[in-house]
């Protein structure tokens, strides 16, 4: 088994988390920037390659979310060393991301794929504007986008949940 180039654009994001998380923690806004940039580049990048050279896989599947959610959650951390949000914010952020992977799971098993919906993916541009303005040290901007990502985060949310519910997904 060989690891496609899809794969490779995904793995590149993982490493430049430990850089990510030392330019922001090291004040260099500039560079945390360039950085958190390259890491939402590629992001839409790894999908793209991945349907192009028709190369989707149940790895890429699974790893590109676990990527995206070690990022959110790593990044966030440092804001929280650097006081820019509270911890809080991470948990709220963190608990909803638990909880629809859960039900997106338990669905999985009856049968049922539930895709993204157009308001996660509308919370995920807004959460990934709120990093870029965080790791640039416009904290305020990027304080206010991140609670209006966690109100989107939640709506959505409740999308998944209607579907679990619907399907009567817990008998």
Do not use: C
């Not at 496609?4 to 590149?12: C, D, E, M, Q, R």
């Not at 590109?64 to 820019?84: E, G, M, N, Q, R």
């Amino acid at each position: 088994m060989s690891i496609g180039l899809a794969n490779l654009i995904t793995l590149s994001r993982l490493a430049l988390i430990p850089f990510i998380i030392y330019s922001i923690l090291a004040d260099n806004y500039f560079l945390s920037g360039l950085l958190v940039i390259l890491a939402i580049l590629s992001d839409y990048l790894d999908g793209i390659v991945a349907r192009i050279s028709n190369d989707v896989t149940k790895h890429g599947e699974l790893l590109d979310p676990a990527v995206d959610k070690i990022f959110t959650v790593s990044v966030l951390t440092a804001f929280v060393s650097k006081h820019y949000i509270s911890p809080f914010e991470v948990f709220l952020i963190v608990s909803r991301e638990m909880l629809v992977t859960w039900v997106r799971s338990v669905m999985v098993n009856k049968g049922v794929v539930i895709p993204a919906f157009s308001l996660g993916k509308l919370k995920t541009a807004i959460q990934l504007s709120a990093i870029f303005l965080l790791a640039i040290n416009f904290v305020d901007y990027g304080r206010i986008l991140l609670w209006f990502s966690i109100l989107v985060a939640y709506i959505s949310a409740f999308e998944y949940f209607m579907i679990f519910y619907k399907e009567k997904a817990w008998k």
